[in-house]
């Protein structure tokens, strides 16, 4: 009998939405962090890119389901969410899903042979992840600290994309787009507080030299590509990605986290 498990099957079904039961919130902010300007929407970040290289890997035959803990049952206290640092069960599940999903894809693509993709994520005992080699200074207010690090576990070290968390109340990746890509807009300008967590991630990428990252919200990922231009600006390529999308037919988080998070996809190649 044909195995029905593939990594597209598993990595695109339906999963628990989260309760937000959260009050709006100021989001963290510092004048010492970059600024942002030409933020546009990262159009090649789609699974058609996905698919013209990495389909056939996504669609093979696998003798055994490589994610039995996606149809485990949480329990509904695990699904709410009340502030910012409830938002690290979401990163903890893309971590286990690029856990569970990257040495097959690894041994198919024969990408990175004998060299680990290592990951931290931030935890109740670990409240953030520290960037290695950077210090963090009193009152630097979470400019070097994150909630998902993603590296080759190799010297020197390269790390491939950071991420944190922020409840949507404060933001979220579809109403940043929407404003940008707003007509209303005229002056260019973003409003401070919906721009924070953008340059937050910013600082956060260059002091990692990376160019990658994402903002995990209770509603969606946001992926981003960073540009560094002229007077230490940041040129801003994002794609929201909803966290309710499911279907073999679009693009899901679990599909991003399963590969899209890692450095030999394409997806994170498209900007070249």
């Known amino acids: 009998m044909v195995s029905q498990h593939t990594l ?28 942002i ?37 949480p329990e509904p206290d ?12 979401m990163v903890d ?9 990257l040495t097959h894809a690894q041994e198919q693509l024969e990408l990175s042979p004998g060299i680990v993709v290592a990951q931290s994520v931030s935890t109740r005992e670990v409240p953030r992840v520290p960037l290695p080699g950077v210090s963090v200074r009193s009152g630097e207010h979470g400019q070097s600290v994150l909630d998902h690090l993603i590296k080759l576990d190799d010297f020197p070290v390269q790390n491939l ?12 990746g579809t109403s940043f787009l929407q404003l940008v890509n707003s007509s209303a807009l005229k002056s260019g300008d973003l409003p401070k507080n919906i721009s924070w967590p953008v340059k937050q991630l910013a600082n956060l990428c260059e002091k990692a030299n990376t160019r990658y990252g994402y903002i995990q919200t209770d509603k969606d990922v946001t992926v981003f590509c960073f540009s ?5 600006q940041f040129g801003v ?32 190649r498209t900007e070249n």
Not at 9 to 26: G, I, M, Q, W, Y
Not at 161 to 172: D, M
């Open 161 to 172: 994309v950071v991420g944190f968390g922020r409840t949507s109340k404060k933001w979220n």
């Open 237 to 268: 390529r994002a794609m929201p990605i909803p966290w309710s999308r499911h279907g073999t037919k679009v693009l899901t988080t679990d599909l991003l986290s399963g590969g899209c998070l890692c450095w030999p996809c394409p997806l994170l």
């Open 8 to 35: 597209r099957h598993v990595l695109t079904e339906p999963k628990d939405n989260f309760d937000l039961r959260s009050t709006a919130t100021k989001n963290t902010k510092s004048e010492a962090w970059p600024g």
């Open 78 to 89: 695990h699904l709410q969410i009340t502030s910012d640092p409830d938002i690290r069960k």
């Open 228 to 232: 560094k231009g002229q007077d230490d």
């Open 93 to 101: 599940w893309n971590k286990s899903v690029l856990d569970a999903t």
């Open 37 to 73: 300007e030409g933020v546009h929407t990262w159009d090649e970040f789609n699974l058609h890119t996905l698919n013209e290289s990495y389909g056939h890997i996504l669609d093979a035959p696998m003798a055994m389901d490589p994610c039995p803990m996606l149809r485990t049952n």
